[in-house]
T-cell receptor, first 113, second 115 residues
Framework: KNQVEQSPQSLIILEGKNCTLQ??????????LRWYKQDTGRGPVSLTI?????NTKSNGRYTATLDADTKQSSLHITASQLSDSASYIC????????????FGTGTLLAVQP | NAGVTQTPKFQVLKTGQSMTLQCAQD?????MYWYRQDPGMGLRLIYY???????DKGEVPNGYNVSRLNKREFSLRLESAAPSQTSVYFC??????????????FGEGSRLTVL
């Protein structure tokens, strides 16, 4: 069964520190991988979309990496801010005939002053 | 520019009652989607509409119906609500035809409780 697993489930860091969130997937065939940020009580907002040929993609202080061989992705947040407190969701797109997205359950990040 | 607008934001129903969740987008997108989000689970696709005039089932369609009223609007109807349908519902839209090819833009969510 195609799955997307994220770790850790939750994370607390101090403002100004860096952190890295992990995403492992078993989806095949693979089309693309996305990271979304979801603030509490809000809808998800796209951070990055990466195809299998892209190793790294940045969006401001957010940098996503993808290793399509090991089926792993990470999201690195640099110099965290209080506004980074949110759930970060990894989403993998199936290729082929199904054309569907498989959502991870998210990593809940709390940035404390 | 409002993006994707959902109404209502909150709703409490009794088992067996019916209701419709409304969704409208102002980005001239072709495709629209309804998801549900439950604790400990990833978002799951209920129904989608790849273009005006078409609708298709997603992963969890049972107990729901949809209507693509026009290019802007896509509604989700619960004919006889059940406690298992307590969830947060998200509407999304994308410019292109399938959820995995275009960037998705989500609404703010509708929190539904069925007693």
């Amino acid at each position: 069964k195609n799955q997307v697993e994220q770790s850790p489930q939750s994370l607390i860091i101090l403002e100004g520190k860096n952190c890295t969130l992990q995403c492992n997937y078993t989806v095949s065939p693979f089309s693309n991988l996305r990271w979304y940020k979801q603030d509490t009580g809000r809808g998800p907002v796209s951070l990055t979309i990466m195809t299998f040929s892209e190793n790294t993609k940045s969006n401001g202080r957010y940098t996503a990496t993808l290793d399509a061989d090991t089926k792993q992705s990470s999201l690195h947040i640099t110099a965290s801010q209080l506004s980074d407190s949110a759930s970060y969701i990894c989403v993998v797109s199936e290729g082929g005939a199904t054309n569907k997205l498989i959502f991870g359950t998210g990593t809940l990040l709390a940035v404390q002053p | 520019n409002a993006g994707v607008t959902q109404t209502p934001k909150f709703q409490v129903l009794k088992t067996g009652q019916s209701m419709t969740l409304q969704c409208a987008q102002d980005m001239n997108h072709n495709s629209m989607y309804w998801y549900r989000q439950d604790p400990g689970m990833g978002l799951r696709l209920i129904y989608y509409s790849a273009s005006e005039g078409t609708t298709d089932k997603g992963e969890v369609p049972n107990g729901y119906n949809v209507s693509r009223l026009n290019k802007r609007e896509f509604s989700l109807r619960l004919e006889s609500a059940a406690p298992s349908q307590t969830s947060v519902y998200f509407c999304a839209s994308s410019a292109r035809g399938t959820e995995n090819t275009g960037e998705l833009f989500f609404g703010e969510g509708s929190r539904l409780t069925v007693l």
